[in-house]
């Protein structure tokens, strides 16, 4: 074996090839003579191997680029050193030129088939070697770059579908975004000017109803003077006037008497309703008020159901809906009440729609009692947290299908008709429970029994905050059967 190597001095006046040529030859005297007639041709690295196995140990340590190998030798033939060559990880991609004297077609196809680029006969031309070395040196060349091109465009195409894909995922979320802030500003454009109708209203008709109300203790002390008087009249004159029986007659004062009293009573009782539902529309009106302030939430979902009374009641269509409550003891906490009412109103008018869906369907069996069902409670927190308001909303409708519960949430998204939803009520109230309030809302269904939301708001909410920074992961909708 010799190493890749040539004379210098035969090299002095030609320009050094760095190319490694890797002679395989049994015969000493050929192997010598290609040495010398590659090295005068300018090949600088020209190795030598006198068998097949010693070719292979070469190609593992120093892989060239280019093997002249002969067929016919002991040991291991041409043909099986080609065929272990071509099995190395360095190997297959070297071109194999044959050198040998056998010159029928069935050793040519053979050593083609074992992965051979070239097949010179012997005896052979020096200018035929070296031209048919210098194609396949070129050719490997240019192999090798048209492979490092195809890296670099591999990469770089890779390198274009990542920024592509970042750059995609960045507009999806500006658009996103957009679309979020683009229904909060419908939303509170809405709410707001909803918020001032309602408070104006509410503040017009609290001042004439309030007028009325204190007016009537009054008028009913007047009333009851007044029957005194028409009694005691009637005492001590012992013969009427006809005029005054007349009257007395036509006016049917007996009934008078009876019926008065009921009539102030039924008004007071009037005004009291009127002056609830109007303290309901001042509660609920708070919506556009965007300071945080201390409230208690039992009294927001007290004054959405009176807003929601004529909902619920029945007519000659479908039976009046049960609303069953079971208010917990709650303190007053940091909130948001006006957002928090809009939460209460979006859940409630859902529960009311599908129960009125659920009445209208043949799913349902007679005797089916529509009914929500509302509790709060207090839940204790730990050391680390602070105490949970935890507020259920449940119905006995039709529930949801599990094909669209993971929407429940998503803006825009609606089973209702053309014109009755917007999509935007649950996908608002979410926004406001888990990103203004930092707490939870999720939403358990099981088609054909009944949905039920489930809020949870921090008694604490400045607590909450100040822990939630950079220990939080945001809060994503949570869906589940049950």
């Not at 999806?172 to 454009?189: C, F, N, P």
């Not at 007047?222 to 005691?232: G, S």
């Not at 007071?268 to 708070?286: P, W």
């Not at 709060?376 to 519960?405: M, Y």
């Amino acid at each position: 074996m010799q190493a890749y190597s040539s004379n210098s001095a035969e090299l002095s006046m030609k320009t050094a090839r760095q190319d490694q040529i890797l002679i395989v030859d049994d015969n000493p005297l050929n192997a010598k003579l290609l040495f010398k007639f590659l090295s005068r041709a300018g090949f600088a690295n020209v190795g030598i191997a006198e068998d097949g196995n010693v070719a292979l140990d070469i190609v593992r340590q120093s892989p060239p680029d280019l093997i002249l190998l002969d067929v016919m030798m002991p040991g291991i033939d041409g043909f099986e050193t080609c065929r272990y060559l071509k099995e190395l990880e360095g190997g297959r991609d070297i071109p194999v030129i044959f050198m040998t004297a056998l010159v029928d077609t069935e050793h040519k196809l053979k050593a083609f088939e074992l992965g051979a680029v070239d097949y010179i006969t012997k005896p052979f031309h020096k200018e035929e070697i070296l031209a048919r070395i210098d194609v396949h040196l070129k050719l490997r060349s240019l192999t090798h770059q048209l492979e490092e091109q195809n890296t670099l465009l591999q990469q770089s195409r890779q390198e274009l579908e990542r920024r592509v894909e970042e750059r995609t995922a960045e507009l999806v979320q500006t658009v996103d975004r957009l679309q979020k802030a683009q229904m909060q500003l419908i939303h509170s454009e809405k709410m707001s000017s909803l918020g001032q109708l309602v408070a104006g209203v509410a503040h017009e008709v609290n001042n004439p109803v309030n007028f009325i109300h204190g007016n009537i203790t009054h008028a009913a002390q007047y009333l009851q003077d007044l029957m005194e008087l028409v009694e005691l009249y009637d005492e001590c004159c012992d013969e009427i006037p006809t005029e005054v029986r007349d009257k007395i007659e036509e006016i049917d004062l007996e009934f008078l008497k009876d019926d008065l009293p009921k009539i102030l009573s039924s008004m007071k009782t009037g005004t009291d309703r009127i002056r609830h539902i109007v303290r309901s529309l001042q509660l609920f009106s708070r919506i556009d008020e965007a300071e945080c302030k201390c409230a208690n939430l039992n009294e927001g979902l007290e004054s959405t159901l009176i807003l929601l009374g004529s909902r619920l009641q029945g007519d000659s269509d479908r039976p009046p809906i049960q609303a069953i409550v079971e208010y917990g003891n709650l303190p007053e906490i940091e909130c948001y009440p006006g957002q928090l009412n809009q939460v209460f109103m979006n859940v409630l008018t859902n529960a009311i729609d599908t129960l009125e869906d659920a009445i209208s369907s043949t799913q349902k069996l007679q005797g089916y009692v529509p009914t929500i069902w509302i509790s709060t409670e207090v839940r204790r927190g730990n050391d680390r947290s602070a105490n949970l308001i935890v507020i259920r909303i449940a119905d006995n409708g039709l529930g949801i299908p599990k094909a669209i519960q993971h929407r429940v949430f998503d803006p825009f998204f609606t089973t209702k008709p053309v014109g009755k939803g917007t999509g935007l009520g649950m996908s608002v109230s979410y926004s406001i429970v888990v990103e203004q309030h930092r707490g939870t809302l999720i939403c358990n269904s099981v088609p054909g029994e009944g949905t039920e939301f489930i809020i949870t708001i921090p008694a604490d909410l400045s607590l909450e905050r100040s822990m939630s920074i950079d220990t939080h992961p945001p809060c994503i909708p949570v869906l589940s059967s049950s």
